[in-house]
């Protein structure tokens, strides 16, 4: 397996390495693939099951990275079939894979603000890796947007505030404009123990497509963006607002538009919700709280399935998997 650059750092070791779990007799003891609470060095573990698996197989699915197949939850999705996309992941952008598998693995285990400092340290770090780089080099960025008027929404009636991300032409691209405007409606939340309620959702075709590819890579060095990322961090700013908020989600929920939500106790989707972690694809990782909020809502491994496939899910198996709370 080859990438455009850092070849010279893997030379003995594969960053993917498939698990087949068929055949296994379950019922002889069976010891897990590591050592618990040892390092965790490369490659990805992906275990590929075609039957269903028993209870009896947690013991090691948990220490894999995801496993296709075999249906036992909350570790298993999608079907062998997605182990070439997984692949084509991988050859891709190995850094920000094994980067998205080490943060998952301490994020899931970390407490909230613990956990969002871990992310904002690696989604930097990527920042300055040559795949992305690869990626910038290769995305022509688009002008700014004018015309949507304000970039969120503040409706007030009584105790309830609504509150609606407001760039339909850009499918609420999760941009500095729309940031700042979702932190200073939440403040307001915060600030007054009036309001009892707070709804967010997007104006136009979707809820938000994500961040706005255009202004990716645009801080100043990597260090700035960290800081920046991590005291600008909507998902933290609604996990502060414990059960007074709710999300109700359509459209494209992509990206900063899965990640954000999934922090809120309550979530609510339409039939034409889907859900995408698109990120490696950039050669980078969830980067708006992903790592934190989506692993507690439907575990690391369903997260990493989402992140190395890039396969989007519709609505039900979102709320199958907890990810959405209710459908409209």
């Not at 780089?133 to 290769?138: I, K, L």
């Not at 760039?167 to 405007?181: K, M, Q």
Request: with cysteine; proline share 7%; glycine share 10%.
């Amino acid at each position: 397996m080859t990438t455009k650059s850092g070849d010279h750092w893997r030379t003995a070791v594969d960053p993917l390495c498939v698990v087949d779990l068929d055949d296994v007799d379950w019922t002889d003891p069976v010891g897990p693939p590591l050592t618990p609470g040892a390092p965790f060095p490369a490659p990805l573990l992906i275990g590929v099951a075609t039957t269903a698996l028993p209870p009896q197989a947690a013991p090691v699915l948990e220490q894999l990275t995801i496993t296709l197949g075999g249906g036992l939850s909350p570790y298993c999705a999608g079907t062998a079939n997605d182990l070439a996309a997984i692949r084509e992941t991988v050859i891709a952008a190995p850094f920000a894979a094994l980067t998205l598998d080490g943060v998952l693995r301490a994020t899931s285990r970390a407490a909230l603000a613990d956990g969002l400092l871990i992310e904002s340290l690696a989604y930097s770090m990527l920042l300055g890796a040559p795949e992305f780089a690869d990626w910038r080099a290769r995305v022509e960025r688009r002008a700014a947007v004018i015309g949507d008027g304000e970039p969120v929404l503040l409706d007030r009636h009584g105790e309830k505030l609504h509150i609606t991300l407001n760039r339909p032409s850009r499918h609420n691209a999760f941009g500095r404009a729309v940031r700042d405007g979702l932190l200073d409606a939440l403040e307001v939340a915060q600030l007054d123990p009036s309001v009892r309620e707070v709804v967010v959702s997007g104006a136009g075709p979707s809820f938000c497509s994500g961040g706005d590819l255009d202004e990716f890579g645009t801080a100043p060095d990597i260090a700035t963006a960290h800081l920046v990322r991590l005291h600008r961090s909507a998902g933290a700013a609604v996990a502060a607002l414990g059960d007074r908020i709710r999300f109700d989600l359509h459209g494209a929920c992509i990206g900063a538009g899965v990640e954000i939500p999934s922090f809120a106790p309550r979530v609510v989707a339409r039939d034409d919700a889907y859900f995408r972690l698109p990120e490696l694809g950039m050669g980078l990782i969830p980067g708006a709280g992903g790592t934190v909020g989506i692993t507690r809502r439907i575990g690391r491994w369903r997260t990493a399935y989402l992140a190395l496939t890039d396969r989007a899910i519709g609505a039900t198996a979102a709320l199958e998997w907890g990810l959405v709370d209710a459908l409209a």
